[in-house]
């Protein structure tokens, strides 16, 4: 499996307990999907781990792991994304996308001005946030994901076009 092959679907956050079992954060619009797509594995590919979900945690999913019987063989996983191939993920809709899609994108204004490239996509609960870096030497912008800041996302054409709020620009 390739890089552009697969998807991050989770990350491990840190043990929980004392017998191998992790928390695990799931990125899937269902948290409990993370586990439906069969192994998982590293960003590296040098690893993959059966999943079995165990309860809701705090901040994600208690998790067993393949492999892992240990606190500190779980405690040495954390911050390790947990990725799949993306052949093994549902199609999406119009107008929906995976995250990994619009890392890379060049974003423009409604004008065609430059504004940089995704560099991330973040949600801290209050919805998609686009980090877009390189736009002149300027700091990274923060763009809501929403249809009225970012009407287009043409993934063929690998652009986006973003209406900034004024306070934004």
Known sequence: ???????????????F?????????????????VASYGPLFTEDGSRSFRVT????????????LSDVTTKEEADALRGVGLYVD???????????FYHADLIGLEVRDTGGALLGHVHAVH????????EVTG????EALLLPFTRKVVPTVDLGARRIVADPPEELG
């Open 86 to 96: 993306r052949a093994r993920l549902p199609s999406l809709g119009d107008d929906e």
């Open 135 to 138: 736009g002149g030497g300027r």
């Open 1 to 15: 499996m390739t890089k552009s092959d697969r998807v991050c679907v989770g990350a491990i956050a840190g043990a």
């Open 53 to 64: 979900l165990t309860r809701p945690v705090a901040g994600g999913l208690g998790a067993r």
């Open 123 to 130: 949600n801290h609960g209050a919805g998609d946030i686009l």
């Open 17 to 33: 307990g004392v017998k191998g079992e992790v928390r695990l954060k799931s990125f899937c619009a269902e948290p409990a999907d």
